[in-house]
């Protein structure tokens, strides 16, 4: 999929100020050239694209290139820095008000996606950018958009969101958006403007088959700006988003005890009433052909939710990570999804044990194999580190150890006093392999060990030791010798 224009150094392409409009470029590449227009270039082929498709026809000679610009813009959505290379201000085509503010989206997603379609007077086309608001391309396809993909191939035609029917639950998107923003207002806006909006959405109730007789003078606002019959899910994200209204991302979400005892209820119901559909693919739980297989057993609902739940805070930590890479000038990696999948098939196989005692999982009858074989216990603090089951890995525990060895001080852990009766033990001790699989048996000598044990057994006495000494029976008088 063509997310930003191919940058390269330059060598035998076009120097990228032949391209037209708003084009989302590589970060790191543009850093490499320190900014340098002349040391960058771009395909012909997407030359091309640019000129031919995106644009009408002699658009590019209504603006010199030498106004071309690279410039970082935080992104609408996201609040993420990217890079953008336009030729002036803004591309006259592409560019839009929304809500009175300016809006910029790269051209490449306005080709055949409809998401951004004159709607007066929310929406209307701009030839301005003061104050321009960008929206990189990731986030343009999360809320909504389509960045049109080519074929590849001469002569064939790539998707097309129209045709494909990628808008159909457009409306659907809408209404819980706004919904959304209800349970919002209701929550957190003050009560002038709760009122407000009540007496605004009070003329929905007017849409209820009962009332569909209702005098037609009582028509809703929205009727007055005559609106669409459909709005796409962006535009309205992006209304919020101009508006400073976040509640349309998880994060920003609050859930109440109720609610989460409220959704663990729903998910524990969901996976017993899946109980004959696990028992018709038992085979994919207890001996999967790969990891893959017996991940995409378990309910999607409990899946998806531990793929939220995980991945979330594993990026979290990755962009942490990253962003000290960047500081120190190495180069930064990105985040593989299924990079935690063995951790989120772990706690979806603990909750099956707790619902399904008799189903034997793959991975816990894994683990049960693992703990019986002392050999292969490297192999089990791998995966235990694996699946964050464990503080750290071996490696660490061994240097660890070796720290508490230095600092260990075994005078701190005697008992100290008159009451306290020390019996102390002196041996030497060998020890060797215990078995020679991978060594010849008669060097079993060389691989012995030499230790001389100290040890002190301690008892705490019901009186001092004074008291005891001093009461000490002659031992000719054994019948009044009284054991301790």
Same mark, same amino acid.
């Given at each position: 999929?063509?997310?930003?224009?191919?940058?390269?150094?330059?060598?035998?392409?076009?120097?990228?100020?032949?391209?037209?409009?708003?084009?989302?470029? &590589?970060?790191?590449?543009?850093?490499?050239?320190?900014?340098?227009?002349?040391?960058?270039?771009?395909?012909?082929?997407?030359?091309?694209?640019?000129?031919?498709?995106?644009?009408?026809?002699?658009?590019?000679?209504?603006?010199?290139?030498?106004?071309?610009?690279?410039?970082?813009?935080?992104?609408?959505?996201?609040?993420?820095?990217?890079?953008?290379?336009?030729?002036?201000?803004?591309?006259?085509?592409?560019?839009?008000?929304? =809500?009175?503010?300016?809006?910029?989206?790269?051209?490449?997603?306005?080709?055949?996606?409809?998401?951004?379609?004159?709607?007066?007077?929310?929406?209307?086309?701009?030839?301005?950018?003061?104050?321009?608001?960008?929206?990189?391309?990731?986030?343009?396809?999360?809320?909504?958009?389509?960045?049109?993909?080519?074929?590849?191939?001469?002569?064939?035609?790539?998707?097309?969101?129209?045709? &494909?029917?990628?808008?159909?639950?457009?409306?659907?998107?809408?209404?819980?958006?706004?919904?959304?923003?209800?349970?919002? =207002?209701?929550?957190?806006?003050?009560?002038?403007?709760?009122?407000?909006?009540?007496?605004?959405?009070?003329?929905?109730?007017?849409?209820?088959?009962?009332?569909?007789?209702?005098?037609?003078?009582?028509?809703?606002?929205?009727?007055?700006?005559?609106?669409? &019959?459909?709005?796409?899910?962006?535009?309205?994200?992006?209304?919020?988003?101009?508006?400073?209204?976040?509640?349309?991302?998880?994060?920003?979400?609050?859930?109440?005890?109720?609610?989460?005892?409220?959704?663990?209820?729903?998910?524990?119901?969901?996976?017993?009433?899946?109980?004959?559909?696990?028992?018709?693919?038992?085979?994919?739980?207890?001996?999967?052909?790969?990891?893959?297989?017996?991940?995409?057993?378990?309910?999607?609902?409990?899946?998806?939710?531990?793929?939220?739940?995980v991945n979330t805070l594993?990026? *979290?930590?990755?962009?942490?990570?990253?962003?000290?890479?960047?500081?120190?000038?190495?180069?930064?990696?990105?985040? &593989?999804?299924? *990079?935690?999948?063995?951790?989120?098939?772990?706690?979806?196989?603990?909750i099956f044990r707790i619902?399904?005692?008799?189903?034997?999982?793959?991975?816990?009858?894994?683990?049960? *194999?693992?703990?019986?074989?002392?050999?292969?216990i490297t192999l089990l603090?791998?995966?235990?580190?694996?699946?964050?089951?464990?503080?750290?890995?071996?490696?660490?525990?061994?240097?660890?150890?070796?720290?508490?060895?230095?600092?260990?001080?075994?005078?701190?852990?005697?008992?100290?006093?008159?009451?306290?009766?020390?019996?102390?033990?002196?041996?030497?001790?060998?020890?060797?392999?215990?078995?020679?699989?991978?060594?010849?048996?008669?060097?079993?000598?060389?691989?012995?060990?030499?230790?001389?044990?100290?040890?002190?057994?301690?008892?705490?006495?019901?009186?001092?030791? #004074?008291?005891?000494? *001093?009461?000490? #029976?002659?031992?000719?008088?054994?019948?009044?010798?009284?054991?301790?």
């Open positions: 999929m063509e997310k930003f224009v191919s940058v390269e150094v330059h060598k035998n392409l076009h120097c990228i100020k032949n391209i037209f409009g708003i084009w989302k470029i &590589d970060s790191e590449m543009v850093h490499r050239v320190s900014s340098n227009l002349a040391s960058l270039g771009v395909c012909y082929s997407h030359q091309m694209y640019d000129q031919t498709k995106l644009h009408v026809k002699n658009a590019k000679g209504t603006k010199n290139s030498s106004l071309g610009f690279i410039s970082n813009r935080r992104c609408l959505f996201c609040n993420i820095n990217k890079t953008f290379y336009t030729r002036g201000e803004q591309c006259d085509q592409h560019s839009w008000t929304l =809500v009175g503010r300016n809006l910029q989206v790269p051209c490449c997603g306005q080709y055949h996606c409809t998401s951004l379609t004159e709607i007066h007077p929310i929406l209307s086309p701009s030839l301005s950018s003061k104050k321009a608001r960008y929206v990189c391309t990731s986030c343009y396809e999360k809320h909504g958009g389509h960045i049109n993909q080519r074929s590849g191939v001469k002569g064939k035609v790539g998707p097309n969101c129209q045709k &494909d029917s990628s808008h159909k639950n457009d409306v659907i998107e809408s209404l819980r958006l706004i919904a959304n923003w209800l349970f919002y =207002v209701a929550e957190y806006e003050s009560p002038i403007f709760q009122e407000q909006l009540f007496h605004e959405s009070i003329n929905l109730l007017l849409l209820l088959p009962s009332l569909q007789k209702i005098n037609h003078e009582s028509q809703t606002s929205a009727e007055k700006f005559q609106l669409p &019959d459909t709005l796409n899910p962006f535009i309205i994200k992006a209304i919020f988003k101009l508006n400073k209204l976040d509640f349309f991302n998880c994060e920003y979400r609050k859930f109440s005890e109720k609610e989460s005892f409220e959704f663990g209820q729903g998910i524990a119901k969901t996976i017993l009433k899946n109980r004959k559909n696990i028992s018709n693919n038992k085979q994919l739980f207890e001996n999967p052909n790969s990891l893959i297989e017996h991940h995409n057993a378990f309910p999607l609902l409990l899946s998806d939710f531990f793929l939220g739940l594993q990026l *979290s930590k990755f962009k942490e990570v990253n962003r000290k890479k960047q500081f120190h000038g190495k180069f930064t990696t990105s985040f &593989d999804p299924n *990079s935690t999948i063995k951790t989120r098939i772990f706690l979806m196989s603990i619902a399904f005692p008799g189903l034997q999982l793959w991975l816990p009858s894994m683990l049960t *194999s693992l703990i019986r074989k002392p050999k292969l603090q791998q995966l235990l580190t694996t699946i964050h089951a464990v503080a750290h890995t071996q490696r660490h525990e061994r240097r660890l150890e070796n720290m508490r060895i230095i600092a260990a001080n075994p005078h701190e852990r005697l008992w100290i006093g008159d009451d306290i009766w020390n019996i102390g033990v002196i041996d030497n001790i060998d020890f060797k392999e215990k078995t020679f699989a991978y060594s010849n048996i008669f060097d079993q000598t060389r691989n012995t060990t030499h230790a001389t044990l100290r040890m002190v057994f301690q008892y705490k006495m019901p009186t001092s030791l #004074l008291t005891l000494l *001093s009461n000490v #029976l002659p031992i000719t008088d054994i019948q009044t010798l009284k054991l301790w």
